[in-house]
């Protein structure tokens, strides 16, 4: 069998928890948290980086920084994992959502435009398979009606647009290293923060409220409770997990663009004869491997291909279901149609990709669906 997704070990993590418990730190900010905190400071140019036990933690924290009320209005994608959106209907907001591309994905700038309105507070962006929303015409939008932008970056590690890295264009950043994203620690997760004014506060938050992190940094001599918050940091020991898959960042993204540049090869001829489509990435966008998905011509075709590589030992499976028409949402959706995020509903489909899959396995893969697409099994 050949599975989805296979987490990948760099073989130095244990020797980093080793470390990590011989120093008999075990929570949370000890040094490997440190050490990936200037790491990602330093390679990404953010701000400030804190962990989190996970994206969807980091994605909290931004509505709680952004002090998000009821009644605010925040625009989200449909076609999104549900912690986007949950961060901020915890808090209350009127969640707008808005269609996708027509050529991928990420949010269409075009339907933000048509949502905001004098109670917009927020647009989350979310980078769907690492590869950058049209953040010049967002990013315009945002500070024409004076508008905070969130990056779900969550698949979006070592990505690019325009040549800055995918997390530090909006105020703030979440990331995640649950075990099906390019570097992991099981789950774990990162908030970057871009602008200045949210950093001090953004500690108090991840530390239950408390200003103990100037206190262990001798700002302060005593510490209390501040503000509100939660308990949002990691143990020292999955920091330590994943400062060797960073340390391993560039041959982890190495291994993933050689299997999806080979996909891309082998399935190419396809796309043009029309049978499906492929990831497309705009010129200001870079690929970080993070996915490789066909979007086939309905749900039936898909279906199809899902079982017939399920037949041959291989999973491949869909994604999201658009939040719009999920259960919980539904009901106070505007009605609106929004077309492509139930397209890719309906006709997405994930090919297996993770460092140690084989070129003869992705050419096994490929085979398989160009045969079953060239005997026209599917008409
Ligand atoms: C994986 C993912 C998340 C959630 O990440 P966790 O670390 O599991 O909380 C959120 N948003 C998107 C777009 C994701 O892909």
Same mark, same amino acid.
């Given at each position: 069998?050949?599975?989805?997704?296979?987490?990948?070990?760099?073989?130095?993590?244990?020797?980093?928890?080793?470390?990590?418990?011989?120093?008999?730190?075990?929570?949370?900010?000890?040094?490997?948290?440190?050490?990936?905190?200037?790491?990602?400071?330093?390679?990404?140019?953010?701000?400030?980086?804190?962990?989190?036990?996970?994206?969807?933690?980091?994605?909290?924290?931004?509505?709680?920084?952004?002090?998000?009320?009821?009644?605010?209005?925040?625009?989200?994608?449909?076609?999104?994992?549900?912690?986007?959106?949950?961060?901020?209907?915890?808090?209350?907001?009127?969640?707008?959502? *808005?269609? +996708?591309?027509?050529?991928?994905? $990420? #949010?269409?700038?075009? /339907?933000?435009?048509? %949502?905001?309105?004098?109670?917009? !507070?927020?647009?989350?962006?979310?980078?769907?398979?690492?590869?950058?929303?049209?953040?010049?015409?967002?990013?315009?939008?945002?500070?024409?009606?004076?508008?905070?932008?969130?990056?779900?970056?969550?698949?979006?590690?070592?990505?690019?647009?325009?040549?800055?890295?995918?997390?530090?264009?909006?105020?703030?950043? *979440?990331? +995640?290293?649950?075990?099906?994203? $390019? #570097?992991?620690?099981? /789950?774990?997760?990162? %908030?970057?923060?871009?602008?200045? !004014?949210?950093?001090?506060?953004?500690?108090?938050?991840?530390?239950?409220?408390?200003?103990?992190?100037?206190?262990?940094?001798?700002?302060?001599?005593?510490?209390?409770?501040?503000?509100?918050?939660?308990?949002?940091?990691?143990?020292?020991?999955?920091?330590?997990?994943?400062?060797?898959?960073?340390?391993?960042?560039?041959?982890?993204?190495?291994?993933?663009?050689?299997?999806?540049?080979?996909?891309?090869?082998? %399935?190419?001829?396809?796309?043009? !004869?029309?049978?499906?489509?492929?990831?497309?990435?705009?010129?200001?966008?870079?690929?970080?491997?993070?996915?490789?998905?066909?979007?086939?011509?309905?749900?039936?075709?898909?279906?199809?291909?899902?079982?017939?590589?399920?037949?041959?030992?291989?999973?491949?499976?869909?994604?999201?279901?658009?939040?719009?028409?999920?259960?919980?949402?539904?009901?106070?959706?505007?009605?609106?149609?929004?077309?492509?995020?139930?397209?890719?509903?309906?006709?997405?489909?994930?090919?297996?990709?993770?460092?140690?899959?084989?070129?003869?396995?992705?050419?096994?893969?490929?085979?398989?669906?160009?045969?079953?697409?060239?005997?026209?099994?599917?008409?």
């Amino acid at each position: 069998m050949i599975p989805f997704n296979r987490p990948y070990l760099t073989g130095n993590e244990k020797d980093n928890i080793a470390e990590a418990l011989a120093s008999r730190k075990l929570a949370g900010d000890g040094m490997f948290t440190k050490k990936c905190h200037a790491w990602f400071e330093k390679k990404y140019g953010f701000k400030k980086a804190l962990l989190t036990t996970s994206c969807t933690d980091a994605l909290e924290m931004c509505a709680l920084l952004l002090d998000i009320k009821v009644g605010d209005e925040v625009i989200i994608p449909s076609y999104t994992f549900v912690s986007t959106a949950n961060a901020f209907a915890l808090r209350g907001a009127t969640i707008k959502f *808005a269609d +996708s591309q027509a050529d991928n994905p $990420n #949010i269409d700038p075009a /339907e933000i435009e048509r %949502l905001i309105t004098t109670r917009t !507070r927020a647009i989350v962006v979310v980078h769907y398979a690492g590869v950058a929303c049209d953040m010049d015409r967002i990013l315009a939008l945002a500070s024409m009606h004076n508008l905070v932008v969130v990056e779900d970056a969550a698949q979006a590690i070592d990505s690019y647009h325009n040549g800055l890295p995918l997390g530090s264009l909006g105020a703030l950043s *979440a990331f +995640s290293f649950h075990e099906t994203k $390019n #570097i992991i620690c099981g /789950e774990g997760g990162l %908030l970057a923060i871009n602008d200045q !004014r949210y950093v001090v506060r953004a500690e108090i938050i991840r530390e239950k409220g408390t200003n103990r992190s100037s206190f262990f940094r001798g700002e302060v001599d005593k510490y209390g409770w501040v503000d509100v918050g939660s308990s949002f940091l990691p143990s020292d020991m999955l920091a330590a997990f994943l400062y060797a898959q960073i340390e391993s960042l560039d041959q982890i993204q190495n291994e993933r663009r050689r299997v999806w540049d080979r996909y891309y090869q082998n %399935l190419v001829d396809g796309a043009k !004869r029309g049978w499906f489509d492929i990831p497309f990435i705009p010129q200001y966008a870079t690929n970080n491997a993070h996915m490789f998905y066909l979007v086939c011509r309905n749900i039936d075709e898909r279906t199809k291909l899902i079982d017939t590589l399920k037949l041959n030992g291989i999973s491949a499976v869909f994604h999201y279901l658009s939040l719009h028409s999920s259960p919980y949402f539904s009901k106070v959706h505007d009605g609106q149609k929004l077309a492509n995020s139930d397209r890719y509903t309906d006709c997405l489909v994930r090919l297996p990709l993770f460092s140690e899959l084989a070129d003869n396995q992705v050419d096994m893969i490929s085979d398989l669906i160009m045969t079953l697409y060239s005997k026209a099994c599917i008409s």
